[in-house]
């Protein structure tokens, strides 16, 4: 059998990695615009947002006078990276009818990380690190993901790639007429919810559903000792591997202590997955993987990230019988938790 030679090799290579990028757009591309087809036509959300540099952005008071650009991104992300060029040129051919804004999405990232990105990549429009309410109103799915309003206030584009479709959109939206926007009790579709649960609250009566399909009700039941929720990303330990490997072996090391602790049948787990970069397959495929053996459910709108206030996987929170939120576990603090579970 004749062996292919080491250029036919190298073509094979380069050829199956060219088709992963490309899918990995595809996905990319329809994950936003299918997160974003609620969003087309609402009134933007009116947020008052914090730059890195301290600086105040008033979103309700820029429409109906801008048309506004905002770019939901991460350090860590490969296309953001790719992108950036392209995003910086908008910002510095904007003019006065366009408000061009770069929003962290603010998950595994720190503000000295922004810092240094930004000075190596000559980023000069604001930054802002986002708590999780842009991320949460704008159904956060992809990085990046961007976001074009109208001068009237309205979304008018959502998606992922930098290409033709949002620079149309971009001219389109310079284009159009500013009038009044609408209040912001017309928005129902972006509305983000101000609660948060920190320690000593009681937990939400949320329901959720796990991929088995089955209930999981946040209120414990008669007869639990403790609710763990494992906050996380089923990506973390691949995709964070090279560009964040501290992250990456945190996750790694949160997933193996919670498989030794879940056989406590007193304990409830249940594994909360971001929404960010994953689908239901995707979850699915994570747990087969890794033979994870507590029940896991999406967080495809992000609203439990947010209302837990979490920004960094690995996060665990933990409950007593009674419903009440007795410790939060960071990243790096993981080696509390069976301690934590023994003081229940």
Do not use: M
């Given at each position: 059998m004749k062996l292919p030679s080491l250029w036919a090799m190298l073509t094979m290579i380069a050829l199956c990695v060219?088709?992963?990028?490309a899918n990995a757009e595809t996905d990319g591309q329809q994950l936003a615009v299918g997160a974003g087809q609620s969003l087309i036509g609402t009134a933007a959300p009116r947020l008052v947002l914090k730059t890195i540099d301290g600086e105040t952005i008033d979103l309700g008071k820029l429409y109906g006078k801008q048309a506004v650009y905002l770019k939901l991104w991460a350090t860590w992300c490969v296309p953001c990276r790719q992108q950036m060029p392209h995003f910086e040129h908008v910002y510095e051919t904007a003019g006065p009818d366009l408000a061009v804004i770069a929003i962290n999405i603010?998950?595994?990232?720190?503000?000295?990380?922004?810092?240094?990105?930004r000075k190596k990549l000559g980023i000069t429009m604001p930054i802002v690190l986002d708590d999780g309410r842009v991320g949460a109103a704008l159904h956060l799915r992809v990085t990046p993901q961007h976001i074009v309003i109208g001068r009237d206030g309205r979304?008018?584009?959502?998606?992922?790639?930098?290409?033709?479709?949002?620079?149309?959109?971009?001219?389109?939206?310079?284009?159009?007429?500013?009038?009044q926007a609408p209040r912001p009790l017309e928005r129902a579709s972006s509305t983000v919810s101000d609660r948060k649960f920190k320690i000593g609250d009681t937990l939400p009566q949320h329901v959720v559903l796990t991929l088995e399909d089955r209930s999981f009700q946040f209120q414990p039941p008669e007869g639990a000792r403790a609710t763990v929720f494992v906050f996380l990303a089923p990506w973390c330990e691949s995709y964070l591997a090279?560009?964040?490997?501290?992250?990456?072996?945190?996750?790694?090391?949160?997933?193996?202590?919670?498989?030794?602790?879940?056989?406590?049948?007193?304990?409830?787990?249940?594994?909360?997955?971001?929404?960010?970069?994953?689908?239901?397959?995707?979850l699915e495929d994570?747990?087969?993987?890794?033979?994870?053996?507590?029940?896991?459910?999406?967080?495809?709108t992000s609203m439990l990230f947010h209302e837990f206030g979490v920004n960094n996987t690995p996060t665990l929170i933990v409950a007593d019988s009674k419903g009440t939120v007795v410790r939060r576990i960071e990243p790096g603090e993981l080696g509390s938790l069976r301690q934590a579970l023994q003081g229940l």
């Open positions: 060219a088709g992963s990028a603010g998950f595994n990232d720190t503000i000295d990380a922004i810092r240094l990105y979304i008018e584009y959502v998606g992922h790639l930098a290409d033709a479709s949002l620079d149309a959109a971009l001219v389109a939206a310079r284009k159009a007429p500013g009038v090279t560009t964040r490997p501290v992250v990456a072996g945190q996750c790694r090391a949160a997933r193996t202590l919670v498989t030794a602790l879940a056989h406590d049948e007193h304990v409830r787990w249940l594994g909360v997955a971001s929404g960010l970069w994953a689908s239901k397959e995707d994570y747990r087969s993987h890794y033979k994870i053996n507590i029940p896991l459910t999406l967080d495809d």
